[in-house]
Nanobody, 128 residues
Framework: QVQLVESGGGLVQAGGSLRLSCEAS????????MGWFRQGPGKEREFVAA????????FYVNSVKGRFTISRDNAKNTVYLQMNSLKPEDTAVYYC?????????????????????WGQGTQVTVSS
């Protein structure tokens, strides 16, 4: 089993920045990739970004490209999501997830059912 704990959410004004962290513990050797998903008010959960654990390949949803950066620290079993130029539409609960396979492309990275482990989520609110 793998446990994921997110941190770093909060309230920020539009145009501001936040950095989310997600620390994995437990059987971390089974992790091949980690990702971030989000669920806004009245919306379905959507893919945001993912990173492979070995080569560090990254994948993003179009709406965050150029504004968000996903990175990892293998030694700390931690993945980060640096969010810049935040917009009110980025308001959501952000979830960290881990999977036991490496996605080959963005479409594969975005499949939520491919992620076996999920954190409890952290709230990000962007005010206008």
């Amino acid at each position: 089993q793998v446990q994921l704990v997110e941190s770093g959410g909060g309230l920020v004004q539009a145009g501001g920045s936040l950095r989310l962290s997600c620390e994995a513990s437990g059987r971390t050797s089974s992790i091949y990739a980690m990702g971030w998903f989000r669920q806004g008010p009245g919306k379905e959960r959507e893919f945001v970004a993912a990173i492979t654990w070995s080569g560090g390949s990254t994948f993003y949803v179009n709406s965050v490209k150029g504004r968000f950066t996903i990175s990892r620290d293998n030694a700390k079993n931690t993945v980060y999501l640096q969010m810049n130029s935040l917009k009110p539409e980025d308001t959501a609960v952000y979830y960290c997830a881990a999977r036991r396979t490496s996605p080959a492309n963005s479409a594969a990275a975005a499949v939520s059912t491919a992620y076996a482990y999920w954190g409890q989520g952290t709230q990000v609110t962007v005010s206008s």
